[in-house]
């Protein structure tokens, strides 16, 4: 069996330890962690339980699920009064009468003010006892001179509750409570973004957002290549699936999962047996997962919807013109499906938030859908030539110059808006687009190309983006007198931070390899993976 490794969450673990550092120090920064399901965010929080080891700080994670008020509130109350005993040399038992008489002797108001919130719920007495509880952590560095760090995992499900004004009472300690840190977690993106502006938007107390994102291709690499090891997958195998998952952690630990108890079968075998097979662990999941529709009024349209963006069609105006609809009675559904998570939008484009259910919609569902036979064998056929398909497509564009790709790639551009990052972007319609050399020391060849009122000039940096790099680009281009200018570096390794100042001042757009897929994504090219 091979050693467990924790992979490319480094940087959220030393945000997190700094801030945990921080409350003692007196400074209370709170952290929401958002993303997708299954990305890791419990994973990382149970990493960061692992590494805090101070007896001045108590830990508590819990996660919320739907429940009444007094079922959280005794969990709650246990687990607080555990940690507090943790390191105390004495034997524990999950007993919350019995933690409760223990911690008598070190926190006796804290004690009693446990006692009340347990009399109270037995009288069904629920006004205040959220606030009640959640004060229990300041009751207790009153006492012990201890910090406490509340973890609430899928912190959206608090709501489910029998608590009044949740969210108000919850935002008045978050202003009072100096020794308290509250780190929250979330796949419901949207719903937790909601409610961290409008419900828990404070002067004081306020959230840090960190949203997790799948791996990137180096810790896909690493992960793959630790795993795989002596399995002789090849490079450009190992390409195609951090391609295929997107980097996701869950996809990843699939796919490696089944080739190592099956070193035999081929990606496609693996695909077929996971993404087509009726009892495919994919399938099942991704099938089960559309039955949230299956009573709904509109079930048809989201249906619909969704398996256009999978296809390519992706754009709001060119999916109502091929369900032949008013773009007014489309929004709607698509702004549902974008408050569920499902999709996401950048200004005109719209894509599958999960990129995995993305593949599936377009190669087994709707072939599924629109079968007349049911003829399971020839459906298989098909599933598996249109896999073999993608593979053999993203092997000849991963042998192609990334400048070449790109070229083809600015040649579907049609005057749409993205958002790269928090900027958006027209991406003018090019009625002449050349490759261009540069003269300088640092910078080689680049692209350039004109619309009929903006000139685009692009250059690639292949390894380290510097200030100096940045400079040169930057008289490099005042050589064009054209007033309206596009000034684009593509970095595909590191940006230096100081190189990121110098292009905000030079008004030049600085893509990473993540801006740069993200580009592909939109026009549902195959990702470049350097």
């Avoid at 796949?187 to 002067?203: P, T, V, Y």
Wanted: glycine content about 4%; some cysteine; hydrophobic content about 40%.
């Amino acid at each position: 069996m091979k050693p467990e490794r924790f992979f490319g969450r480094q940087y959220y673990i030393e945000i997190l330890e700094k801030r945990i550092k921080g409350l003692k120090d007196g400074y209370r920064q709170n952290i929401a962690l958002l993303g997708d399901e299954l990305v890791g965010k419990t994973s990382l929080i149970f990493k960061l339980l692992q590494r805090v080891y101070d007896n001045h700080i108590i830990m508590l994670y819990l996660e919320s699920r739907p429940e009444s008020l007094e079922s959280f509130c005794r969990r709650f109350i246990g687990v607080l009064l555990y940690n507090f005993l943790s390191n105390s040399n004495i034997p524990l038992k999950e007993d919350l009468g019995f933690l409760l008489a223990k911690s008598e002797k070190y926190i006796p108001k804290t004690a009693d003010r446990i006692r009340l919130i347990l009399a109270a719920l037995k009288k069904r007495k629920k006004n205040g006892l959220f606030t009640e509880l959640l004060s229990l952590c300041e009751s207790i560095h009153q006492e012990s001179n201890k910090f406490c760090v509340v973890i609430f995992d899928e912190f959206q499900n608090l709501e489910h509750m029998d608590a009044r004004n949740l969210y108000r009472e919850w935002s008045k300690l978050l202003i009072s409570q100096k020794h308290t840190m509250y780190i929250i977690a979330s796949s419901a993106r949207f719903k937790a973004k909601n409610i961290l502006s409008n419900n828990l938007s404070l002067l004081f107390g306020n959230f840090e957002v960190l949203t997790v994102e799948p791996f990137d291709i180096q810790t896909s690499e690493e992960y793959l290549k630790f795993n795989l090891k002596g399995q002789g997958v090849s490079k450009g195998l190992t390409d195609f699936i951090i391609h295929f998952t997107g980097g996701h952690p869950f996809y990843l630990q699939l796919i490696t999962d089944v080739l190592l108890k099956s070193p035999g079968l081929s990606l496609t075998d693996i695909l077929e047996e996971m993404f087509f097979s009726p009892s495919g662990v994919l399938n099942q999941r991704f099938s089960n997962y559309l039955k949230r529709f299956q009573d709904n009024l509109h079930r048809q349209d989201y249906l619909s919807i969704l398996y256009l963006v999978s296809g390519g069609s992706n754009k709001i105006n060119d999916i109502a013109h091929l369900l032949r609809k008013q773009k007014k009675e489309l929004l709607p559904r698509i702004n549902y499906l974008i408050e569920i998570d499902v999709i996401s939008r950048s200004a005109d484009f719209l894509a599958i938030c999960d990129r995995v259910f993305s593949f599936w919609l377009k190669f087994v569902y709707q072939g599924k859908a629109e079968s007349l036979t049911f003829d399971a064998k020839n459906q298989s056929l098909l599933f598996r030539d249109k896999i073999n398909n993608m593979i053999e497509e993203f092997m000849r564009s991963v042998s192609s110059p990334i400048a070449e790709r790109f070229t083809e790639l600015l040649r579907q551009f049609s005057d749409d808006m993205i958002r790269i990052e928090k900027r958006k972007v027209r991406l003018d319609h090019l009625r002449e687009i050349k490759p261009l050399e540069f003269k300088g020391r640092n910078l080689n060849h680049g692209i350039i190309g004109r619309s009929h009122d903006t000139l685009w000039i692009i250059c690639f940096k292949n390894d380290l983006l510097t200030e100096d790099d940045v400079a040169e680009f930057a008289r490099e281009c005042k050589k064009y007198r054209h007033k309206l200018q596009k000034k684009v570096i593509i970095a595909l390794h590191d940006v230096d931070s100081n190189a990121r100042l110098r292009a905000l001042e030079e008004k030049i757009l600085t893509w990473d390899l993540n801006n740069l897929n993200q580009l592909f994504d939109a026009f549902s090219k195959p990702r470049v993976i350097v």
